[in-house]
């Protein structure tokens, strides 16, 4: 009949709960595609370490993003304290750092790690023990002579700042995993590290 249209088929009563959850799995895969190369491990910084050989030039590591902490800086280091800030808060970053020790680079990658809990040992002197349970810890993987040191170090996410005269030492003081480390009482617990020196 003329002036009629035709009736709009109904949808699907399932068919918007369809595309919800459509919706729903695009957005988590993307979010997870997004996070899986932003994750930072031991082995992934430990290949990034491998790439440097024994003829890596300062000029090299300059151009790659790291920061050179062999001399006194004048002022604070943006990028350090850019990381310690991250740290501080909780966050994961990356600090990649040199220096020059007797014409040999010593490079050095240091991660805020996050996952880091359980029982770790704060300091020891003599048969007293001070212990504390983290939330997340810096970790430390350093090269040297074209050979990554896959050890590893622990740091707390707090740094300590020294002032002496005109300059001023931040340092890392260290932490052992209570459940790996065995201790003689005669041993001396490790000196802070100090990951870089400015003046103001």
């Known amino acids: 009949m003329i002036g009629t249209t035709k009736a709009a088929r109904p949808r699907a009563p399932y068919w918007e709960l369809m595309a919800a959850i459509l919706t729903l799995v695009v957005l988590v895969a993307g979010a997870w595609l997004w996070q899986a190369p932003q994750t930072v491990s031991a082995g992934n910084l430990a290949q990034e370490l491998e790439q440097w050989n024994a003829g890596t030039s300062v000029s090299e590591l300059l151009d790659a993003g790291y920061v050179e902490v062999t001399d006194v800086h004048d002022g604070q280091d943006a990028t350090i304290e850019h990381f310690l800030e ?5 966050r994961q ?3 990649r750092v040199f220096s020059r020790q007797d ?15 359980g029982k770790w040992i704060r300091h020891i002197e003599g048969t007293s023990v001070d212990f504390e349970q983290p939330q997340g810890l810096i970790r430390a993987l350093s090269w040297r002579g074209g050979e990554v040191d ?15 005269g005109s300059a001023t030492q931040v340092r890392l003081d260290r932490r052992l995993d209570a459940a790996r480390t065995s201790w003689m009482e005669d041993e001396t617990w490790p000196q802070p590290t100090v990951l870089y020196s400015y003046r103001l």
């Open 150 to 164: 896959g050890s590893g170090e622990y740091y707390a996410r707090e740094p300590e700042r020294i002032t002496e």
């Open 93 to 95: 970053s990356v600090l």
């Open 103 to 117: 014409g040999d680079l010593q490079i050095r990658i240091l991660w805020f790690d996050p996952y880091v809990t």
């Open 86 to 90: 991250e740290t501080s808060a909780g």
